[in-house]
């Protein structure tokens, strides 16, 4: 069914920020969409209204127990004109899966994806157009109720914001340094691994905060049980090359179903590259990189797409992966999956959507 929504316009239109000056999540747009949840109304009263400051009980649920779940997307421009999503559809089951964990209520695939389109189209002066840019998409639920009994809320909020961003890690394409966690746990299976809920981000702040400082830029995890096998970096899932053979952890409930890493599963198996998930131990990683057969690393993600991996530290022993710069095929999936997103190169599996 099609479905429209009424759209209250700013008196008092935000400047374009300077697209070289972008950054990753630091500038917003004029509009948001917003839409309520009830028990007896179910999702209702959807609207577009300016972007301002929310007003919150103190005593909503969101503020005490946690319950919220977000997803992230982008939309590009492409050389005609035309504005392309890539892969929604995989977003919406995605935030349905993590809603269902978290004993929120779900929303209609087409429902969402037209709340995404309506807002872009809203604010369509704001998708920037120089190489290497996008407008980042984030919906978001929180429970709204004023209660301070432990229970699934009864009121909630859908919201979507957007923002204008460049390159997630300043490198950008370039490689980073990532440390293994051996101390902090960030999801066991059977707990809120696979969801994107906000208690997962929180959870691996400190973790994050402390690597940094002693020069890494992300945090590798590694299983909360036998701490001994690969899961995800912070941000992003990740990947080796190992022998010629690329490896990514299985999902297991612990790990979140990347967007980015299915498409990357699709794209090697297209090119007749060997791919495997399955349980991977840092100790054979180790093993692989002393015997040279490691020969790239990298992570995939929304934010950064294809983030090459230069050096991992494990117990103290550094493992530079490929001379510490940027490999083939990570180049290669980078080029692709770009140029499908802003359509520049064909894409043969029809995941990019268009917005009219």
Known sequence: MPYSFPVERTSSPKPKPDPKQLGFGKFFTDHLFVMDHSADKGWADARIVPYAPLSLDPASMILHYGQGVFEGLKAYHTADGGLLLFRPQKNNERMNASNLRMCMPTIEPELWLEAVKALIREDRDWVPKSEGTSLYIRPFIFATDPFLGVRPATLYKFMIILSPVGSYYPQGINPIRIYVE?????AVR???GFAKTIG???AGMRAQMDDQQKGYIQVLWLDGIERKYIEEVGAMNVFFKIGGEVITPALQGSILPGVTRDSVIHLLKDWGIPVSERRLAIQELYEANQAGRLEEAFGTGTAAVISPVGELCWANQKMEINGGKTGELSRR????????QNGMLEDKFGWTVEID
Do not use: F, S
């Open 333 to 340: 999936l980078y080029d692709t999956l770009t140029g499908i």
């Open 190 to 192: 059977g707990g809120v």
């Open 200 to 202: 997962n981000y929180a």
């Open 182 to 186: 051996n101390e902090y746990v960030r």
